[in-house]
């Protein structure tokens, strides 16, 4: 049974810092693409990043390209998403997703088939 839990987040202020984690199990971590969207009420899924099995690719939106950073570590089947001068519109709740294909880049929600529970993030002074 996959099982995806997300934590880190919190309260920041704007111009400063979070790290989430996504600790995974129940199916092979370290084969599969894995993803972070964000989604507010009432409102879609919205991709933040992704990352190829082994690491070596990452894909970003343009609305956090150059302040958000995907990495994964495959011997804890952890993957994390360092998030740096955060802005208020960057208040959301986060999920952690596992990918249905290997390929890159996995943008849309249909393209993964489990997820966690999320984690909120709000920035805010």
């Known amino acids: 049974q996959v099982e995806l839990v997300e934590s880190g987040g919190g309260l920041a202020q704007p111009g400063g810092s979070l790290r989430l984690s996504c600790a995974a199990s129940?199916?092979?971590?370290?084969?599969?693409?894995m993803g972070w969207f964000r989604q507010d009420p009432g409102k879609e899924r919205e991709f933040v990043s992704v990352?190829?099995?082994?690491?070596?690719?990452?894909y970003y939106a343009d609305s956090v390209k150059g302040r958000f950073t995907i990495s994964r570590d495959n011997a804890k089947d952890t993957l994390y998403l360092q998030m740096n001068s955060l802005k208020p519109e960057d208040t959301s709740r986060y999920y952690c997703?596992?990918?249905?294909?290997?390929?890159?880049?996995?943008?849309?929600?249909?393209?993964?088939?489990?997820w966690g529970q999320g984690t909120q993030v709000t920035v805010s002074s």
């Open positions: 997703a596992k990918s249905r294909y290997k390929g890159l880049p996995l943008v849309n929600p249909d393209d993964y088939d489990s």
């Open positions: 990352v190829s099995w082994n690491g070596g690719i990452t």
């Open positions: 129940g199916f092979t971590f370290s084969t599969s693409a």
